[in-house]
Structures are given as C-alpha cells and as structure tokens.
C-alpha cells in the first residue's frame, strides 16, 4: 500500500468515526439532571379520544378541557400534580376500540434530532380471548420533559401485533 492509499484509509476511517459520533451525540436518553424525558402517570380505557394519535397538554387549562370528553374516565388529579414549568403531559391513544383487551403503555423515550420519541407498548386481545364486549377508548397518560424537543412521535415497540 503507498503512502496516499494509507493516508486516505486513515482519513476515511477518521471521517466514519467523526460522523458516527455526531450521529450519536443527537440522541438523548435523560435530561440534563439525569431525570428521564417521560414517564407514565396514568393509564386508562376510557379516555375518551375516538381517534388514534397523542394530545399535546402544556398546562392545566389544557388539561381543563379533557374535562369535556363524553365517556372519558381516566382520572385528571395525577395529570393536575404535573409540575408544566418542567414536565408537559402527552396523552397517547389508541382510539376507539369494538371491544376490551387493548392498552398502551410507555416502553422509552429518547429525543432524536429536536424529535421527542415515545416508544409504546400496544396490547390487542388474541384471537379467542374473552374481552368485554363495549366500546374503548384506551390511552397512556405520560409526563415528558418540557424542553430539549421541537416535535412528538408515537412509535409501537417492534413485536407489537
């Protein structure tokens, strides 16, 4: 090998180790006191949100409004014991189900590139199971950290059904 091969493999190799560690550096796994970026406060199959998708409440006038949700009987006191100056909350629903058996729980959170990911966790009843036969609207009540992100992306754990 001649001196410019070697020293373009060096470069190379330098370059690929430079970008991976950029790479990871937009990663974030805990907040800058080492608190978690989310934790589940509460957990419901009644919450009243027919539709999929995850709510943004920054406050507790946000939170007032849940109140207004026909059928919703996830309990609001631990989302009201949520400090907003340092914690939001994010209500991650599943939407209206035929039957029971469905939750949704947090599994991880990490900020990637300004992005605040929430892993979940979805359970589905198996085919057979017995499940109450009414209409759910099951969701995951999580405290995230108020800073640090731009935007929120549900994503299911792999091996969800």
Do not use: Y
């Amino acid at each position: 090998m001649t001196q410019s091969n070697r020293k373009a493999v060096i470069v190379a190799v330098f370059a690929t180790v430079l970008g991976a560690g950029c790479a990871v550096s937009q990663t974030k796994t805990q907040t800058q006191t080492g608190a978690p970026l989310a934790r589940q406060i509460a957990q419901s199959g009644h919450c009243g949100l027919v539709a999929p998708g995850h709510i943004h409440l920054a406050s507790v006038a946000d939170i007032d409004r849940l109140e207004a949700l026909p059928g919703r009987r996830l309990p609001l006191a631990s989302l009201r014991s949520v400090q907003f100056g340092n914690e939001h909350v994010v209500l991650a629903a599943l939407g209206q189900k035929p039957t029971g058996g469905f939750s949704i729980t947090l599994a991880g959170a990490e900020i990637v590139d300004d992005e605040l990911v929430l892993a979940v966790d979805i359970q589905e009843p198996t085919p057979g199971m017995m499940v109450s036969q009414a209409l759910t609207t099951p969701c995951a009540a999580i405290a995230v950290t108020a800073s640090g992100w731009d935007d929120i992306r549900i994503a299911p754990v792999e091996n969800n059904r």
